[in-house]
């Protein structure tokens, strides 16, 4: 089990230091082999006793994986921010093109520019 959560650190660090370069496809791959860790980590750990010597070593690898862990979904958290405003951005443009648009069909209307 020892392995497997060393093979998860590595991943997890891997993906750490280099957050800004990953692609969305390096997302899905690091996902999807983090998951296939944590399962196999699980059943391990469904065997283990509830006092065997090996939890006090791997508890600290899971310490060291959860501070990993704030990093990325708090990369992951501004990633989603940004994108959220980029959308609110374009919604608003096209709202404001529309009302533009509408505004050359009036025939015996006014519209008032809130910017403005």
């Given at each position: 089990?020892?392995?497997?959560?060393?093979?998860?650190?590595?991943?997890?660090?891997?993906?750490?230091?280099?957050l800004?370069q990953?692609?969305d496809?390096?997302?899905?791959?690091f996902?999807?082999r983090?998951?296939?860790l944590?399962i196999?980590?699980?059943?391990?750990?469904?065997?283990?006793?509830?006092?065997a010597?090996?939890?006090?070593?791997?508890?600290?690898?899971?310490?060291?994986?959860?501070?990993?862990?704030?990093?990325?979904v708090?990369?992951?958290?501004?990633l989603?921010?940004?994108?959220?405003?980029?959308?609110?951005?374009?919604?608003?443009?096209?709202?404001?093109?529309?009302?533009?648009?509408?505004?050359?069909?009036?025939?015996?209307?006014?519209?008032?520019?809130?910017?403005?």
């Open positions: 089990m020892d392995k497997l959560f060393e093979q998860l650190l590595e991943l997890t660090e891997e993906a750490a230091a280099h800004e990953m692609t496809e390096d997302w899905q791959t996902m999807a983090r998951t296939d944590m196999q980590i699980r059943r391990e750990d469904a065997e283990l006793d509830e006092d010597p090996i939890r006090l070593q791997l508890r600290l690898i899971a310490d060291r994986l959860a501070r990993l862990d704030r990093q990325i708090a990369h992951m958290t501004s989603r921010d940004e994108a959220s405003r980029q959308l609110r951005s374009i919604k608003d443009g096209r709202k404001q093109k529309q009302v533009y648009e509408q505004e050359e069909l009036m025939e015996e209307g006014y519209f008032v520019d809130k910017r403005r």
